[in-house]
């Protein structure tokens, strides 16, 4: 069974505020953060005669290319202003027949 992936992106959030403000910079090891993330576990219930997984504890109610889908953009990373003034100095650096073209 597929875990919820709302309830699992909201644990791993506090796991990693709570790991950030507890642990020294120093001793923080990444590898400890991702055991921490692996013991998170909230197992949906499948709806056999709808085909749709059902988390009881946020109620999401969604299919499998559903479930698939919120991971997805739950999992991507938040554009930045550094990552926006980069794209920006990127593009002004760029050819005007590049430019064209895009």
Do not use: G
């Not at 403000?21 to 090891?29: G, L, V």
């Not at 590898?31 to 946020?58: G, V, W």
């Amino acid at each position: 069974m597929p875990n919820c992936p709302e309830c699992t992106a909201r644990e791993k959030k506090k796991i990693q505020e709570r790991y950030e403000a507890e642990t020294p910079e120093e001793d923080r090891q990444r590898d400890d953060l991702f055991k921490l993330f692996d013991q998170i576990d909230f197992p949906m219930k499948m709806d056999a005669s709808t085909k749709h997984f059902i988390c009881k504890r946020c109620e999401l109610y969604a299919t499998r290319e559903q479930v698939s889908d919120i991971r997805y953009k739950l999992n991507q990373k938040e554009k930045t202003r550094q990552d926006k003034q980069d794209d920006y100095l990127e593009w002004w650096q760029k050819s005007k027949k590049e430019k064209e073209l895009n």
